[in-house]
T-cell receptor, first 115, second 108 residues
Framework: KAGVTQTPRYLIKTRGQQVTLSCSPISGHRSVSWYQQTPGQGLQFLFEYFSETQRNKGNFPGRFSGRQFSNSRSEMNVSTLELGDSALYLC??????????????FGPGTRLLVL | KNEVEQSPQNLTAQEGEFITINCSYSVGISALHWLQQHPGGGIVSLFMLSSGKKKHGRLIATINIQEKHSSLHITASHPRDSAVYICAVSKGGNQFYFGTGTSLTVIP
């Protein structure tokens, strides 16, 4: 069974631009969660999607948004990028009980650098 | 104040040593996870606990709900165990807190 895939793996953007990251979950998994990891703040929960609906949201500004498609693939978007958005963005999929409510399977991450 | 505290922050061990990493939390939880992150960023979920003890190979995880404490033990440590270990907790399924991680280096 293929694991969680994320694209792109690396990305360089400039301040003010927007970016879209993609996550394909393990086949059959319906929950997709997104996390941000920075050296200063560590891992932080962004949001979780289940059946195309946002089920939970972390404490991030509205510039961070996401969506999930009918095939469970998910995208997250960051608009008006700031230097502090430079981070490793990780997605994780699980069967359906929800973020950190069951075993999470993580993707390799997208490393975003904002200049 | 962090809701999840891990200790130690850094740990260096000789191959073969028994290793313990601790996680204390201050909130009521529905689940606790131990995650392993290798250089390069990939994260693997090692255990999910809500009570008791779990074992997988050389890894053992325990949790004491009353004391709000969990430990991750590695028996017969190996250089391939070198990684950052992160404790993560879920409160009510809609609040999530992460420890800052324990960086483990196992020397051959």
């Amino acid at each position: 069974k293929a694991g969680v895939t994320q694209t792109p793996r690396y990305l360089i953007k400039t301040r003010g631009q927007q970016v879209t990251l993609s996550c394909s979950p393990i086949s059959g998994h319906r929950s997709v969660s997104w996390y941000q990891q920075t050296p200063g703040q560590g891992l932080q929960f962004l949001f979780e999607y289940f059946s195309e609906t946002q089920r939970n949201k972390g404490n991030f500004p509205g510039r961070f948004s996401g969506r999930q498609f009918s095939n469970s693939r998910s995208e997250m978007n960051v608009s008006t990028l700031e230097l502090g958005d430079s981070a490793l963005y990780l997605c994780a999929s699980s069967r359906g009980r929800g973020a950190l409510q069951e075993t999470q399977y993580f993707g390799p991450g997208t490393r975003l650098l904002v200049l | 104040k962090n809701e999840v505290e891990q200790s130690p922050q850094n740990l260096t061990a000789q191959e073969g040593e028994f290793i313990t990493i601790n996680c204390s939390y201050s909130v009521g939880i529905s689940a606790l996870h131990w995650l392993q992150q290798h250089p390069g960023g990939g994260i693997v979920s090692l255990f999910m606990l809500s009570s008791g003890k779990k074992k997988h190979g050389r890894l053992i995880a325990t949790i004491n709900i009353q004391e709000k404490h969990s430990s991750l033990h590695i028996t017969a440590s190996h250089p391939r165990d070198s990684a950052v270990y992160i404790c993560a907790v879920s409160k009510g399924g809609n609040q999530f807190y992460f420890g800052t991680g324990t960086s483990l280096t196992v020397i051959p």
